[in-house]
Antibody
């Protein structure tokens, strides 16, 4: 079955750019939306943004000025860049796949596959 | 932006029924999904499209959605159900993904 694996540095210095990659195995990245979600220590889930396999994106307005999500279909990967990080960006970062229900009322997207998460600490 | 409101905590005795609510403006017109997260683990989808269960999720988990409140119901609660639960919608008016703040379910 489809599996997701996050990878990237576990430690990033303040003001630098956090970069993570999610590798999709056991299935194709095509025809799906893919999201990044984060969870600060002891807090709830925060959606960061998503990308469609074709490259279209949408971001959380609270992070939009600092976030870029890209996709590489040849490698079955998608990536996250978060610029100008501070200690408030310290969190577990998850990637996830959106599957969908198709009805007469429209499409309804939910996250059915998640990576295990990777911890990123922002500290000098 | 669309806001989902969950109670921070719910407590229930083993064998009883737990109900976790998710409030939002006219949430009944949206499709609500629920995730279970145990400590140190990634979230797991337990209910999608208001009331559908993914394969492998026990029938004890059910969902409903009407008006301004969606509800996750866990029947015959077991110790292993103790976890954080999050509701989520895809707000079609903005095409943004929204999570509720999460509810910690404690099994007494």
């Amino acid at each position: 079955q489809v599996q997701l694996q996050e990878s990237g540095p576990g430690l990033v210095k303040p003001s630098e750019t956090l970069s993570l990659t999610c590798t999709v195995s056991g299935g194709s990245i095509s025809s799906y939306y893919w999201s990044w979600i984060r969870q600060p220590p002891g807090k709830g889930l925060e959606w960061i943004g998503y990308i469609y396999y074709s490259g279209s994106t949408n971001y959380n307005p609270s992070l939009k000025s600092r976030v870029t999500i890209s996709v590489d279909t040849s490698k079955n990967q998608f990536s996250l860049k978060l610029s100008s990080v501070t200690a408030a960006d310290t969190a577990v970062y998850y990637c996830a796949r959106h599957d969908r229900v198709i009805t007469f009322g429209g499409y309804y997207y939910y996250m059915d596959v998640w990576g295990k998460g990777t911890t990123v600490t922002v500290s000098s | 932006s669309y806001v989902l409101t969950q109670p921070p905590s719910v407590s229930v005795a083993p064998g009883k029924t737990a109900r976790i609510t998710c409030g939002g403006n006219n949430i009944g017109s949206k499709s609500v999904h629920w995730y279970q997260q145990k400590p140190g683990q990634a979230p797991v989808l337990v209910i999608y499209y208001d009331s559908d269960r993914p394969s492998g999720i026990p029938e004890r988990f059910s969902g409903s959605n009407s008006g301004n409140t969606a509800t996750l119901t866990i029947s015959r609660v077991e110790a292993g159900d103790e976890a954080d639960y999050y509701c989520q919608v895809w707000d079609s008016s903005s095409d943004l993904v929204v999570f509720g703040g999460g509810t910690k379910l404690t099994v007494l």
